[in-house]
């Protein structure tokens, strides 16, 4: 039996009839007595306060009465005979009729389950279980469906199997404890129906004939009897049939989608009119096409189906022995006809088309290969007149038709074997740059700071500080990992070449200006080897040797002025001419200059530890460009313009001769092992010499545009490098193997081209880090760059 509390607002209360005031009065009262010994039992919490007169303030001024269960759970909203109606009044319209018919349909179930509400049902004459089951199944009972109505006409879709129970798909079990299994849509309760006995459902078993077909529903706790259509369908599924009986499984196969590709229009809208003009991606299509066309890389139709029957052969049948009697009588046998020259095409005409005339890019291009003319694309450049009349006369026509009578005078007509021979086979398997790292692929540095032409660059033995000369007549000193400039030591003239002494025990820096050649400590690094370096260079030993007139009016030592001093120079040896390059020897006391304009004394050997000098050649043969030490022996290379000569310092003799037959050398380097000299010139070659092979050069190598300024090999790993003219530094894998059978193997790399091109002038020079495969150059951008 549910009770019934009243939550009282405060404000105008309506004046109740006297029979309902009367049962509310009573109900009230029985309420309260069972809420009271409810709170009184000590095994319940006293803090709970269900089932209490709340009063709440609000708004509104009328009484609002709600039903709940002995648990205090809310049922649903009890209604006064006469309150609803004043209630309702400050409501709208469409809330009334709403309220009204919920009025009516609880009344009426009120009605049915007691017979008033004004006289409490004693506990004597309650009804019994079945009774009570009996009512509340038709409480409960389901709504049928009419079948005239489609099954799934007033929810949304067919998948939504329950819209009784609104609690959704969780665990039912979780209501064991409770009376209701879950809620409707209306927010009430459902109620469980009476659970009877293992006996009770053995009796219904036996009496009830249809009990097979009762199914408990889950949701709601209610038995759903199942029909004849359900049955069977059941039975289809548990079968692995269809579960639609009118299903024909082996009705004909009806082709649902077409295989045939149809054409249908998107929009049967008439074409506007600018469709019917090019657009720009087609007039772009239509321009790649036309170059395409021009350069060759596209053939039209007509071109491939010529191609085609070419390939096919003639097809035609002699009808005599022979169809070349008349070349026997003039006794030619085999005659080969003379080629014919290919009709001009668009671009000779004398009014071409747009596409086929030069740009400036591409003239540019078209003078740049002045000097290789076999490289262009067209042997002329496309001109446009207005009309015929208006071209002029042929400038060459007069020397190329007398080229092609020579040829054809010339020509023998005769029929040759020739060989097939695939490039495959000529060309050496070289392997991939990826299996031969590491070696410098990117530029990391830029070292900014020089206003003209950076001519030299040379690093420190351990790796950490850079030296570079310019022609703006000052020598930087920079940090390698950071970019900056450390020092600046100005000098008199433009600085030819700078060279760090490769001795890790001392800190000099050797600096030909003009025609002295200044010793300068740095001042970088260790500041023991600083001092150290200072302590030798402070005092001139004492001269054992009395030195020849023809060396004193060459050079004289001497010890630098205050002034430059303080800028780090220590010893100044002046020359009687220029000095162009400055090499060290290996071990750090000997170093070499380079006067070109000399002549018998163009190449003088300098000794550090006695400040000595030597002229190392009575006569000079030829031009002297540059010198190097052997890095092993005591050998000492002379390149003059055309040739290289290796003396023997210790015999005082010529070893050898190379010929590189170039027209003039630029530079040399040779390997650390010293078994191999890289030679580079100014007409675009680079020459790999094997000293114990040959005299001539190994491999000559043409990879740069433009003149070989400087080459350079590493000390540690297989790479050299080049820098030409074009701006480009090519680096190289060249490995030399201790099996003297086995040749180096020699492998272009990468071409690093950042340089900016000055005055026809690109890279200068190019030297390796000690350490790291890291490569520097110089260019006439004034700028020095790394790539690592």
Known sequence: MTKKLTLKRKGKEPEPTNEVAASSEASDNEEEEDLLQAVKDPGEDSTDDEGIDQEYQSDSNDEVEFESDEEGNYLGRKQAGGSSAEDDEESDDEEEEEEEDDDDDSEEEENEDTPSTSKPIPADDKPSSSSSAANKSTTNELPKRDPSKPEYQDSDTSDEEDIRNTVGNIPMHWYDEYKHIGYDWDAKKIVKPQQGDRIDEFLRKIEDPDFWRSVKDPLTGQEVRLTDEDIALIKRITKGRISNEEHDEYAPWIEWFTSEVEKMPIKNVPDHKRSFLPSVSEKKRVSRMVHALKMGWMKTTEEVEREKQAKRGPKFYMLWETDTSREHMRRIHDPVSAPKRDLPGHAESYNPPPEYLFDAKETKEWLKLKDEPHKRKLHFMPQKFKSLREVPAYSRYLRERFLRCLDLYLCPRAKRVKLNIDAEYLIPKLPSPRDLQPFPTVESLVYRGHTDLVRSVSVEPKGEYLVSGSDDKTVKIWEIATGRCIRTIETDEVVRCVAWCPNPKLSIIAVATGNRLLLVNPKVGDKVLVKKTDDLLAEAPKQDVIESERIKVAVQWSTAEADEQEKGVRVVITHFKPIRQVTWHGRGDYLATVMPEGANRSALIHQLSKRRSQIPFSKSKGLIQCVLFHPVKPCFFVATQHNIRIYDLVKQELVKKLLT?????????????????????????????????????????????????????????????????????????????????QNPLIVPLKKLQTHEKRDEFGVLDVTWHPVQPWVFSTGADCTIRLYT
């Not at 890289?678 to 094997?690: G, N, P, Q």
């Not at 740069?704 to 701006?727: K, T």
């Open 661 to 741: 037959n170039s027209k003039w050398i630029s530079g040399m380097s040779i390997h650390p092992k010293g078994d191999n000299l890289l030679v580079s010139t100014y007409d675009k070659k680079m020459l790999w010499f094997d000293l114990d092979l040959s005299t001539k050069p190994y491999q000559t190598m043409r990879l740069h545009r433009n003149a070989v300024r400087s080459v350079a090999f590493h000390l540690r790993y297989p790479l050299f490098a080049s820098g030409s003219d074009d701006q480009a530094v090519i680096v190289s894998h060249g490995m030399v193997y201790n099996d003297l059978l």
